[in-house]
């Protein structure tokens, strides 16, 4: 019976001798790897992972932080900024679907997220979804203050240019919400005028429309914008219009077909705003 004891003898002996093989081929990356733990454990396990945030965190992060880099938890501190990369990205996502051209600016309007034009599209909309008096009244002025201010303007474009002064208002109020809009306040585009080809011989901002890509005219003032909007209607693509003389309704329709809209209801949009405000009155 000695041959099983000899066998397992000689057995152990070759993986002793390919341990100590493995040992001396590896033994700087064992000595290292030894010194590695050693500093580790004796002196704290602390490990920061950077990863990039735009934003800066809030001091409830930034001390959660703190306290996983100082005890070591260096898992807590991966999940805390993970959640701050997270919120960056979902904040900067939001604030790029709300920048589109018509989206209203930084205002003094107590309900901005109403469209100053809703009440004159529906006359009836503050009484169905009682809307506090103030509101109504706050979104009748802005939109009287916006003709005050820009009617003089409209009836100067159309005695050079022969469009009627009550197509011009209407366009600029609800392409502007009343002066309103991100494009009007930032921009001094009135109309939704984007930009040349290529944008060539002018200066534009991006904003959404269409598409996301959309660049659009930025102008000096509000009344370079009007002028410009006479000019582009002065062209051949327009000129048909001209043939309506002071007919907003045949303009309003008119323009639509022209492709200034792509809104099916623009043309009927128009007409309404002209006759709830009654601004055919301009036109005489």
């Not at 002793?16 to 704290?44: K, N, P, Q």
């Not at 169905?128 to 409209?154: E, F, G, M, S």
Request: with cysteine; glycine share 6%.
């Amino acid at each position: 019976m000695p041959a099983p004891s000899s066998s397992l003898s000689t057995d152990l002996g070759r993986r002793f001798a390919r341990g100590l093989d493995y040992a001396v081929h590896y033994s700087v990356e064992l000595l290292l790897i030894t010194l590695i733990l050693y500093l580790c454990i004796s002196r704290g396990l602390a490990v920061e992972i950077d990863v990039h945030d735009p934003l800066p965190a809030t001091p409830q992060e930034a001390t959660a932080a703190a306290s996983a880099v100082h005890t070591g938890n260096w898992f807590t501190q991966l999940q805390q900024r993970a959640r701050a990369t997270f919120a960056t990205v979902t904040e900067t996502s939001t604030v790029h679907a709300l920048d589109d051209f018509n989206s209203v600016a930084i205002t003094d309007d107590p309900a901005p997220h109403i469209s100053n034009l809703t009440l004159v599209l529906s006359p009836d909309y503050g009484k169905r979804k009682n809307l506090p008096a103030h509101i109504v009244r706050a979104k009748r002025q802005r939109v009287q203050d916006y003709l005050d201010r820009y009617a003089p303007t409209a009836r100067q474009e159309m005695r050079e240019h022969g469009i009627p002064a009550s197509i011009t208002l209407a366009q600029a109020l609800l392409e502007s919400n009343a002066g309103d809009s991100k494009l009007a306040v930032n921009s001094n585009n009135h109309f939704g005028i984007k930009c040349r080809s290529k944008c060539l011989g002018c200066t534009c901002r991006n904003y959404g429309d269409d598409t996301r890509y959309d660049m659009f005219r930025v102008f000096d003032s509000a009344g370079d914008s009007f002028s410009e909007h006479s000019t582009l209607l002065n062209t051949s693509r327009y000129a048909r219009l001209k043939a309506y003389g002071m007919d907003y309704k045949k303009w309003a329709h008119g323009l639509k077909a022209c492709g200034y809209a792509t809104d099916k209801r623009y043309g009927n949009k128009l007409i309404t705003i002209i006759e709830n405000l009654q601004l055919d009155r301009y036109d005489a």
